[in-house]
């Protein structure tokens, strides 16, 4: 008696981004509630299979310019993508071709952007030698704009022999009036649209408990947990200082919400500019002291925390320690990395959220936020609020703006917007829109 072989699902993603790796997440997920004997393969490009030196490089330039704020720093990745691919295309090719003979894999997805034509080279050649179909799956982890050119530009210089083992999976894309599907897959990567795969956002699994359910009027629980006692100690700290009720339990805390309770989440990507959000700690004290009778809860992100060090994680709760004239109604609550079960119900249960608008962050509020959804950007005073936001992420915060009404914001409009909200405007400006 035969038995068929489970099949091998081979999923590359990168480390330059929380988001390709939380959308790889979200793939293997949906992979495995479909077939549950699936073998999963996963490869870091930057970190399995570009040499460590040059791998460390990209990653640690991308993450600390995220975590400074610079808009150069980001402008200059994007600038050096098409470079960075021409001179990695032979180890990018070595590496694949030698993971998918190695493993003798049935299938391939991809959540980035670097390498597409050396991977689908390397695919040709497998192909032919094991007499497979095996294509590449790339997936847009950025929502699907104009501006998603460091997606884009490979798939449209695919030769004509390898374009028939590429295929786009998407969402939806945003369109300019009298503008047509057809017409924007042509112009961005040549493909037509009957060739893209769209499917729904595709979320993490802990998503979907939220996904189109409204807000009970009860008391919610959200649960944070924590990676070490002095982070434990931090956020004790920090949060107890104000009104939120809370239950220290061995490696997490639960937090009682009432359904009056104002929850603002400020969540500024991976690697969080550092002078960003701990202005937003501050803004949130000026706003709980213009409005005392409300009961306000600030969970603010702050990547991990390492003892002993001098982290935003430990520069956000001494902060919030040190000042002298704090509002009673308010809670400020660190946190640092978390599952998606953690992040799901967070995002549902807020009435603002506070992003960049990163492709899967976005997919997920679109999902489940149930409030606002505000993306920060980082333009100075006289600046246009787009202007403050890099590359592609600015086209997808005007699609959030277009699709789900979201609002652009900065550490000096912050205010001005919360007080908007406090003074009941929601569900009367006409580009406010729930989930």
């Not at 030196?53 to 640690?60: D, H, S, V």
């Not at 967070?346 to 608008?357: E, N, P, Y």
Request: charge should be positive.
């Amino acid at each position: 008696m035969t038995t068929n072989k489970p099949k091998k699902l081979l999923i590359i993603t990168s480390s330059g981004g929380g988001g390709l790796l939380q959308t790889a997440n979200a793939k293997q997920q949906q992979a495995l509630a479909k077939d549950p004997t699936l073998t999963i393969i996963k490869r870091d490009l930057l970190k399995d299979w570009i040499w460590t030196p040059i791998g460390n490089y990209f990653i640690n330039f991308w993450n600390n310019s995220q975590k400074k704020g610079s808009m150069l720093g980001q402008k200059i990745c994007v600038f050096c993508q098409t470079y960075i691919d021409y001179l990695l295309h032979p180890i990018i090719f070595f590496y694949a071709l030698y993971t998918v003979f190695k493993e003798d894999v049935d299938h391939v997805i991809d959540t980035q952007p670097l390498g597409t034509s050396a991977i689908i080279k390397a695919l040709r050649i497998f192909n032919r030698v094991k007499q497979k179909h095996v294509r590449l799956e790339k997936v847009l982890v950025d929502l699907p704009t104009k501006k998603a050119t460091h997606f884009f530009s490979p798939i449209k210089k695919l030769s004509k022999n390898s374009r028939p083992l590429l295929q786009l999976t998407t969402i939806a894309p945003l369109l300019e009036d009298g503008e047509t599907a057809e017409d924007f897959w042509q112009q961005t990567c040549g493909l037509s649209d009957a060739e893209i795969n769209y499917e729904d956002a595709y979320v993490r699994q802990a998503f979907f408990k939220y996904k189109g359910k409204p807000r009970a009027s009860k008391t919610m629980s959200l649960t944070i947990r924590y990676q070490n006692d002095e982070e434990q100690q931090l956020m004790r700290q920090s949060f107890k200082r104000g009104p939120i009720r809370s239950l220290v339990k061995s490696e997490e805390i639960e937090f009682f919400i009432e359904p009056e309770d104002r929850v603002f989440t400020v969540l500024l990507g991976s690697q969080p500019a550092k002078r960003a959000t701990l202005n937003y700690a501050k803004n949130a004290i000026a706003v709980a002291k213009e409005n005392p009778k409300a009961k306000i809860h600030l969970f603010i992100f702050c990547a991990n925390h390492k003892q002993n060090k001098e982290t935003l994680f430990k520069g956000v709760s001494q902060f919030v320690d040190s000042v002298t004239d704090y509002p009673l109604n308010l809670s400020i609550v660190p946190f640092s990395f978390q599952k998606e079960d953690v992040i799901a119900p967070l995002f549902f249960r807020s009435d603002v959220t506070c992003t960049r608008s990163g492709g899967q962050t976005a997919m997920e509020l679109m999902s489940v936020s149930t409030g606002e959804i505000w993306i920060h950007s980082e333009a100075k005073p006289n600046q246009n609020l787009i202007e403050g936001i890099s590359g592609w992420e600015a086209a997808s915060a005007l699609y959030l703006q277009k699709i789900h009404g979201a609002k652009i914001v900065t550490t000096s409009t912050f205010n001005t917007q919360a007080r908007r909200l406090f003074q009941g405007a929601i569900g009367c400006d006409e580009d406010v829109n729930f989930a």
